[in-house]
């Protein structure tokens, strides 16, 4: 049974900082899969943020937040992270990472159920 569990959200000030981990299990680590962080705010769809291939490759889906937020993970595999600075208010959103095969969609991945980010003006 995989599973996805996000953490590290909470209420921060405007140009403050959060660090999101989310901790999978059920799908170990493999040449086959692929993590990525999303969110999606009140009224909107939801938006891709980053992902990282099997090869530790990364790409950046929103241009707009390369230069404030940073994907990595744990040397297991078994922990992706999304560190977020400079925080605007903009950010508001709940996050969410997913994991799938890599050559299928996100449609098809396993969810987390989210983690709140909220930034105060």
């Known amino acids: 049974q995989v599973q996805l569990v996000e953490s590290g959200g909470g209420s921060v000030q405007a140009g403050g900082s959060l660090r999101l981990s989310c901790i999978i299990s059920g799908f170990s680590y493999s040449t086959d899969r692929v993590m990525g962080w999303f969110r999606q705010a009140p009224g909107k769809e939801r938006e891709a943020i980053a992902s990282i291939r099997p090869d530790g490759g990364i790409t950046f889906y929103a241009d707009s937040l390369k230069g404030r937020f940073t994907v990595s993970q744990d040397n297991t595999g078994n922990t992706l992270y999304l560190q977020m600075n400079s925080l605007k208010p903009e950010d508001t959103a709940m996050y969410y990472c997913?994991?799938?095969?890599?050559?299928?969609?996100?449609?098809?991945?396993?969810w987390g159920q989210g983690t709140q980010v909220t930034v105060s003006s």
């Open positions: 997913a994991a799938r095969k890599y050559a299928s969609n996100w449609d098809s991945a396993y």
